[in-house]
């Protein structure tokens, strides 16, 4: 796998999170512009490329329709909307229909994201 190819999407939301500590500005409601970035592995295809940026586009449209300018929270499965938690839903929802998918990236801000690679190998894999 030599290549890896990342699109970035980007939605409106509004979300809480009812886990933060009491006192915790984000307990309170508020939104974010959020940007998800998906990346996809491969070798190339004889068309020159690991796949086409469309196919990102269409993997994710599915999810932009369930996500923008929606109450996270209310959505099903996150009911507590980190970023963490929000990058593994995405990766669970996207994962069977962009082969290749190796990296979830969500950006609240500008200045703070986080990176889901998907489940641990159950392997340990630490040898
Ligand atoms: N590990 C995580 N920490 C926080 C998350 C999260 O999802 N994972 N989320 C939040 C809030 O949603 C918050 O809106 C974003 O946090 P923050 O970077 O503090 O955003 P600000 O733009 O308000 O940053 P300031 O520098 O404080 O202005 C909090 N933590
Ligand atoms: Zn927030």
């Known amino acids: ?7 970035a999407f ?5 979300h809480l999170l009812p886990k933060a500590p009491h006192g915790h500005k984000c307990r ?10 998906l990346t996809v592995a491969g070798d190339l295809s004889s068309e020159g490329w690991v796949c086409d940026f469309a196919d990102l586009a ?3 449209a599915p999810l932009h329709d ?15 909307p980190t970023s963490e938690l929000l990058a593994a839903w995405i990766w669970t929802q996207i994962e069977s229909t962009l082969p290749g998918l190796v990296a ?12 889901y690679r998907g489940p ?5 894999g630490s040898s």
């Open 1 to 7: 796998m030599s290549f890896e190819i990342t699109r």
């Open 10 to 14: 980007r939605f409106e939301a509004a």
């Open 28 to 37: 309170r409601l508020h939104g974010h512009s959020f940007v998800v970035e």
């Open 58 to 60: 269409s993997a994710w």
């Open 66 to 80: 369930q996500l923008d300018h929606h109450y996270l929270n209310e959505v099903a499965g996150l009911e507590n």
């Open 104 to 115: 979830v990236r969500v950006a609240e801000t500008c200045t703070a994201s986080c990176i």
């Open 120 to 124: 641990r190998d159950p392997g340990g």
